[in-house]
């Protein structure tokens, strides 16, 4: 009898828990007003791991960054400069076309009437050709990447949201870059959308630290090691005292009083040894230089330009550039005759 009634007595319990949970699941469920999963549970996201709340954050000041880092214009105009024959060279922008005007060496051409005005309008019409002056030494050959209209998407999605130029032979090598190599070169330049131009940029990184590493660089400082740890010890004392081992504050205080007593701050500031832990001594050990810049130094991207001494050399340069751009992004919305084998100097 006895045996039975435990029995009951359990079944009981565990009833009473399964009715328990239920309630609960309920009392969440009906809890539910928002439009989308993510809104069943408020908190939900502070229960991600700390790395993701992290790149939720990095994506979140990036979406605030775009519109200031965008352009505020058009990156291609697409004006058409002539000849004086009246044979299409090439196509250029409006700046360009402003200066040619402006330099006397063309005028603003109105195709239908033959008008040219200084303003570059014919009325409310914009002109969107220019005849030159002037017979050019060199012309664009047919079909070339020179004479396409261009449009202002990314050439990667097609998408016309935050449009940032995007350097394909990155800036840090261009810009050291003999001038016929980067003057009139507008065919390494594209036009990418916030998105790909920080997905190309990572890969482009990446790539210049593996090359620079080879040429094994000179690191740009010097560290005076304790100088560095007396940072580091004030640093924690500062900001995380509380949490720091009492055995392991001590350590922490005899470099920080060390130190201290070699500069002679406790003489200059008539302060006692036992009060040398306030925080503007502790701010003062923060601040102290324990790095210097080497006088030997040259920057990375100096030693691999400088490598590059023929124009083969720059050439195969630019061209696995090119190659390393369309693998990481496959572009769909190229410009017409652009081509990896397009000439890497300009004439």
């Not at 328990?20 to 539910?32: L, M, P, V």
């Not at 594209?190 to 190309?200: D, E, F, I, Q, T």
Request: charged share 30%.
């Amino acid at each position: 009898m006895t045996f039975a009634v435990s029995i009951g007595l359990v079944g009981l319990v565990f009833q009473r828990k399964r009715k328990r949970k239920k309630d609960s699941q309920d009392s969440n469920s009906n809890s539910y007003t928002g439009d989308g999963p993510a809104s069943v549970n408020d908190d939900w996201s502070n229960h991600l791991p700390s790395h993701i709340r992290r790149e939720q954050a990095k994506e979140k000041r990036r979406q605030k960054k775009m519109p200031l880092l965008a352009m505020k214009g058009v990156m291609y105009d697409n004006i058409t400069m002539l000849c004086p024959k009246g044979t299409e060279l090439s196509k250029i922008s409006a700046k360009k076309a402003k200066w040619y005007v402006d330099k006397g060496l063309a005028s603003y051409y109105d195709s239908d009437k033959h008008e040219n005005n200084e303003d570059g309008t014919n009325g409310n019409k914009k002109h969107t050709c220019i005849k030159l002056h002037f017979e050019p030494k060199k012309r664009w050959e047919k079909s070339c990447y020179g004479k396409a209209d261009k449009e202002n998407v990314c050439v990667s999605c097609g998408s016309q949201e935050h449009p940032m130029r995007f350097y394909i032979v990155p800036y840090a090598y261009r810009t050291l870059f003999p001038r016929e190599y980067k003057s009139h070169m507008s065919h390494d330049v594209v036009l990418l959308c916030g998105r790909c131009h920080l997905k190309c940029g990572q890969v482009a990184q990446e790539r210049m630290r593996i090359i620079e590493e080879s040429f094994n660089p000179q690191g740009r400082y010097q560290h005076d090691e304790r100088l560095y740890k007396v940072r580091s010890a004030a640093l924690a004392l500062l900001n995380w005292r509380h949490k720091i081992p009492e055995a392991k504050i001590v350590q922490l205080e005899k470099v920080i009083k060390d130190f201290v007593e070699d500069m002679g701050w406790l003489e200059e500031e008539s302060i006692a040894s036992e009060s040398i832990y306030t925080e503007p001594i502790l701010q003062k050990c923060i601040d102290v230089e324990y790095r210097t810049e080497s006088s030997d130094y040259i920057p990375g991207a100096q030693l691999v330009v400088e490598s590059l001494q023929t124009e083969e050399d720059f050439s195969i340069f630019i061209r696995q550039w090119r190659q390393s751009f369309m693998d990481s992004l496959h572009p769909r919305y190229l410009p017409q005759g652009w081509d990896i084998n397009h000439p890497v100097r300009s004439d």
